[in-house]
């Protein structure tokens, strides 16, 4: 069992940069892959970055690559989400996830524990 809390959301400017955490507690941690979803009002929940249970992969969407970077510190059971040269277009709500399983996954329903979320809002 793995129990997810997010934090670092905010209020920025188009340009600026965040950093969203996500602790984790439970002894499977460093053995689960995690991801980092978003959803805006009235759409989906879309997928944006995957890291691996030891952090050598990462995977992205193409709408984020470049700007957001995956991350995570398995000493500290924690996951990280640095995104930089934030668009308007980023604002949602966003949220971390992680599966039972080594291997990172790019569909929510191979999700198995989610965070509650944090606020994303990029001000133009």
């Known amino acids: 069992q793995v129990q997810l809390v997010e934090s670092g959301g905010g209020l920025v400017q188009a340009g600026g940069s965040l950093r969203l955490s996500c602790a984790a507690s439970?002894?499977?941690?460093?053995?689960?892959?995690m991801g980092w979803f978003r959803q805006a009002p009235g759409t989906e929940r879309e997928f944006i970055a995957a890291?691996?249970?030891?952090?050598?992969?990462?995977i992205y969407a193409d709408s984020v690559k470049g700007r957001f970077t995956i991350s995570r510190d398995n000493d500290n059971n924690t996951g990280y989400l640095q995104m930089n040269s934030l668009k308007p277009e980023d604002t949602a709500v966003y949220y971390c996830?992680?599966?039972?399983?080594?291997?990172?996954?790019?569909?929510?329903?191979?999700?198995?524990?989610w965070g509650q979320g944090t606020q994303v809002t990029v001000s133009s």
């Open positions: 996830a992680a599966r039972a399983a080594y291997i990172t996954a790019m569909t929510e329903y191979e999700y198995d524990y």
């Open positions: 439970g002894r499977t941690f460093s053995r689960s892959a």
């Open positions: 890291i691996n249970w030891s952090g050598s992969t990462t």
